[in-house]
Each structure stands twice: as structure tokens, then as C-alpha cells.
């Protein structure tokens, strides 16, 4: 009975956080309306999506069947890992967070951004270690069966697969501001390395699953791994050299 209670609290604490996150980003892009430019649509439409893209794998009958199904739980990891993050970082939240601070407030954080810590962790090597690294490790391991029985760590697992999917994505593609910027031959060699990893990783598992995953759903699981994984890498990808293109041939770029 304890336990049914603490899920039920936790589920409920999770609604409240989600809704949170939304109405605090609308409410910042109203209120900063009336001093900058109008905070594009298309941004709103990135972050309630991310929002409630991240929500579905931690909430729900997918959170539930994760627990039971290894292609559930590969559906939540691209979304959790993959999708939730690429959309976030579109819409732009430390732009928003930035012009929503006192000034004094803004200059801090902007300091904290340009410290040596971030500088290490938004490095596209380090955040592509800490990304696909971490799924190895959660896969080739016990972590994986080990998760499964213990909420707390299952929340861990997800909280790291959610912040290095995020933190891979802001090395890659620039929507925010960067603090610190890297080459784009640079970024572009460390993502097809990052991309080879991930596919290496999917058809290892279709062939030996996970410990305690039957091999039916690890097959299913890879597949969707591999073929999902991609389409939302070639979305990255686009951008990247989109962005790469603009830096290369401004002039151009501006008359399109």
C-alpha cells in the first residue's frame, strides 16, 4: 500500500513539474514580448512538444510498459534520449532565460557558461562519450536488468539518457547563443563517429540482448533503434550543415 502511495506521489509530482516547465516558458516569452522582438511561434510549438515528449516515457502506459517490454523501453529512449532534447534545444530556452534575468542575473549565468566545467562538458567529444558511452555501459552491462528493479535507479538511468542527449545535442547544433564554440569539421567528425557508435551498439544488441531481455524483443528493440536513431540524426545532420552552410556563404544564405 506504502508503495502504490509513493508511485502515486511521484506520478503526480511529475504532472505538476511538466505543466510547470510549460507555463513558465510561455509566461517568459509573453512578459519579454513587450521589451525584445516577438519570441518566434515555432519556438512555443518546439518546447510544449519537447515538454510533453519527455513526459510520455516517464509518465503513462508507456512509462508502464517499459518496465515489461524492451521495445517500449527503446521507444522511450529515443524519445527521452533523442527527439525530447532536439526539440528543447530548438527552442531555444537559455536565449529565453537569458533576456527573462535582471541583468546583473544574466551576467552570472553568462559567467557560469563560459567556466571551464561547461566549456569540458559542451565539448562534442565529451558529450558524445558521456551520450553513447552511457548507453553501452546501460546495455553491455547489468545496469539495464538491474534498473528495472529499482525506481530510484531507474530514475537516475533516465535523468542521464534525458541531460547527455541534451548536452550531445547543444555540442552539435547552435540554436542558443554558445558560451563556447567548436569548428564545425570538428563537430561534424566527432557526430559521424557519434552516429557509427550508436548503429554499432543496435545491431550488437540484435544479435546478444541485453541480460534478462528475451531475443525477440531485442531484435525489435535494435531495429527500432537503428532506424529510428537515424531519423532523428538526419534531422541534426540537416541543421549542422544548414548552419555550416550559412557560416560559409553568408551573404548567400540571407537572400534565401
Not at 4 to 20: D, M
Not at 63 to 74: C, E, G, Q, V, Y
Not at 87 to 115: D, F
Request: charged letters at 10%.
Amino acid at each position: 500500500m506504502n508503495h502504490v502511495h509513493a508511485l502515486s506521489s511521484v506520478f503526480s509530482l511529475n504532472i505538476v513539474i511538466f505543466i510547470i516547465a510549460i507555463v513558465l516558458y510561455i509566461t517568459a516569452a509573453l512578459i519579454t514580448n513587450r521589451t525584445y522582438r516577438s519570441w518566434p511561434r515555432s519556438r512555443y510549438f518546439f518546447w510544449i512538444a519537447g515538454v510533453l515528449i519527455t513526459a510520455l516515457p516517464i509518465i503513462g502506459p508507456l512509462a508502464n510498459l517499459a518496465h515489461l517490454d524492451f521495445k517500449a523501453h527503446m521507444v522511450g529512449h529515443l524519445l527521452l534520449g533523442m527527439l525530447a532534447p532536439l526539440l528543447l534545444v530548438l527552442a531555444a530556452p537559455m536565449t529565453l532565460i537569458m533576456r527573462t534575468l535582471p541583468l546583473a542575473l544574466a551576467r552570472q549565468l553568462s559567467r557560469i557558461l563560459k567556466s571551464k566545467l561547461i566549456r569540458f562538458l559542451s565539448d562534442p567529444l565529451i558529450a558524445a562519450f558521456l551520450n553513447i558511452g552511457g548507453l553501452y555501459i546501460l546495455y553491455l552491462t547489468d545496469l539495464y536488468m538491474w534498473m528495472q528493479q529499482s525506481m530510484l535507479l531507474h530514475s537516475i538511468v533516465y535523468l542521464h539518457v534525458f541531460f547527455a542527449g541534451y548536452l550531445f545535442t547543444i555540442s552539435m547544433i547552435y540554436i542558443d547563443q554558445p558560451a563556447h564554440r567548436t569548428s564545425y569539421v570538428y563537430r561534424a567528425v566527432v557526430f559521424v563517429f557519434a552516429l557509427a557508435s550508436h548503429g554499432i551498439l543496435a545491431k550488437y544488441l540484435y544479435v546478444h540482448p541485453p541480460t534478462g531481455v528475451p531475443s525477440s524483443q531485442s531484435e525489435s528493440g535494435s531495429i527500432l533503434m537503428y532506424y529510428g536513431g537515424d531519423a532523428i540524426e538526419i534531422v541534426i545532420i540537416t541543421i549542422l550543415c544548414y548552419q555550416w552552410f550559412r557560416a560559409t556563404r553568408p551573404s548567400f544564405a540571407e537572400g534565401i
